[in-house]
C-alpha cells in the first residue's frame, strides 16, 4: 500500500513537472521575433542621424513598419556600406534596409525579398555641360559616385577610359562636384532631388542623360536577408504586402517624397 502511496506522488510529481515545462515552453513560444535590422545611416532622405544622432529617414520608417506588422521586436543599427552585406552573412544583423538594389551579383550573397521601390540613376554636372553622357563622350572626364553602390559598379564596368572617384557617401562626392574636383556626379535621381538639386550649392547644376535602371543598375530595391533564410523572407514579403494593401507604405512615402516610388 505504501508502494501505491509513493508511485502515487511520483505520478504526480512528474504530471506536475510536464505541466510547468508546457507551460514555460508556452511563454517562451509567445515572445515575440526579435531582429537587428542595418540600415545606411548616411544617406538621407533614405536614411540619416538627427540631431540627437538617432536614425531617421524613409527606409527606417518602412523598417519599423514592417516590424509592427510581423509583431517582432526590431533594432535599427547604421553600418558602413562597405560592410553592409559582410555584416548581414556574419550575422552581426539579421536583414538589411537600405535601398539596396536588386542585382545579378548581390543575388549570389543574400536574397532578396520582393521590390519595394524601384531606383533611377542619372548623372549631374554643371549646366551647359553637353547632355551626352555616353562612355566615348566622358572620356577623360573625372566622375564622382559613392564607393559600393550599384553606380560605382556601372562606372567601374562601362567608362573605363574615364577617371573615377569613389566617396564614402554621396555627399562628398556633391562636395567634390561644387568645388571643381570632379567633372561629373553619378547616383540615385531622387536623392539628388531631394537633397542635393535643393541647395543653393546646385543652383549651377542640372542633370544629364537619360534616366537609367536595369542591368548593373538593378531591378529596383529589395530588402536582404542571408541566403536560404526562407522563413524570414515570407514573413517579410507578407508585411510588404500588408503595408502596402493598408496605406502605410504611401502615408511614408509622401511624408518625404512628392511622388510615388512605385
Request: hydrophobic share 40%; net charge positive.
Amino acid at each position: 500500500m505504501a508502494f501505491l502511496v509513493s508511485l502515487s506522488r511520483l505520478n504526480l510529481r512528474i504530471a506536475i513537472a510536464v505541466l510547468l515545462t508546457a507551460g514555460f515552453a508556452c511563454i517562451v513560444h509567445a515572445q515575440p521575433a526579435s531582429y537587428r535590422i542595418a540600415t545606411e545611416g548616411t544617406y538621407p532622405p533614405w536614411s540619416f542621424k538627427d540631431s540627437q544622432g538617432n536614425l531617421q529617414g524613409w527606409d527606417v520608417d518602412i523598417a519599423n513598419a514592417l516590424c509592427e506588422k510581423m509583431k517582432a521586436k526590431c533594432e535599427i543599427v547604421a553600418q558602413d556600406w562597405d560592410g553592409i552585406i559582410p555584416g548581414l552573412v556574419a550575422r552581426k544583423f539579421d536583414m538589411i534596409v537600405a535601398s539596396m538594389a536588386i542585382t545579378e551579383q548581390r543575388r549570389q550573397r543574400v536574397d532578396f525579398s520582393d521590390k519595394y521601390k524601384d531606383t533611377i540613376s542619372r548623372f549631374v554636372a554643371k549646366k551647359g555641360t553637353p547632355g551626352d553622357v555616353s562612355p566615348a563622350s566622358l572620356k577623360g572626364k573625372t566622375i564622382g559616385v559613392q564607393r559600393g553602390s550599384i553606380q560605382a559598379g556601372y562606372l567601374s564596368q562601362n567608362y573605363k577610359d574615364s577617371e573615377i572617384k569613389f566617396y564614402d557617401t554621396p555627399q562628398a562626392a556633391e562636395l567634390d562636384l561644387v568645388a571643381g574636383r570632379v567633372d561629373y556626379i553619378f547616383g540615385n535621381m531622387v536623392t539628388y532631388y531631394v537633397g542635393f538639386m535643393k541647395t543653393s550649392d546646385a543652383a549651377n547644376f542640372a542633370f544629364l542623360g537619360p534616366e537609367m535602371k536595369g542591368g548593373l543598375l538593378g531591378d529596383g530595391n529589395g530588402i536582404a536577408v542571408r541566403k536560404g533564410d526562407t522563413a524570414l523572407l515570407e514573413k517579410i514579403n507578407a508585411a510588404l504586402a500588408a503595408i502596402r494593401a493598408d496605406g502605410t507604405y504611401d502615408r511614408i512615402t509622401a511624408k518625404y517624397f512628392p511622388f510615388k516610388l512605385m
